[in-house]
Nanobody, 115 residues
Framework: QVQLVESGGGLVQPGGSLRLSCAASGSIFSIYAMGWYRQAPGKQRELVAS???????NYADSVKGRFTISRDNAKNTVSLQMNSLKPEDTAVYYCNVQGPIRAYWGQGTQVIVSS
């Protein structure tokens, strides 16, 4: 089965940086897009950033200019560089991979931005 494993979450002070990574393994023969979602307590899951195979990217307005998404198509990995972190960025971050038939989700990694 396909498995997505996230890493890089943790506790950071406001203004700090974290880098999240996601590695996809299993029978994924064609990945159309990869992205990161997040969900804070009491809020809906929202798209943070996504990147398609050709390299075009999309960002939520709240993270634009602070976060950068990148991927390695050959290794089926996607990363999210998060700079200038704010307390409002605190959430569980989920990796997402869109294949030709369905989407796949990671288990999530916690990001806490606090003093």
């Amino acid at each position: 089965q396909v498995q997505l494993v996230e890493s890089g979450g943790g506790l950071v002070q406001p203004g700090g940086s974290l880098r999240l990574s996601c590695a996809a393994s299993g029978s994924i023969f064609s990945i159309y897009a990869m992205g990161w979602y997040r969900q804070a307590p009491g809020k809906q899951r929202e798209l943070v950033a996504s990147i398609i195979r050709g390299g075009d990217t999309n960002y939520a307005d709240s993270v634009k200019g602070r976060f950068t998404i990148s991927r390695d198509n050959a290794k089926n990995t996607v990363s999210l560089q998060m700079n200038s972190l704010k307390p409002e960025d605190t959430a569980v971050y989920y990796c997402n991979v869109q294949g030709p038939i369905r989407a796949y989700w990671g288990q999530g990694t916690q990001v806490i931005v606090s003093s």
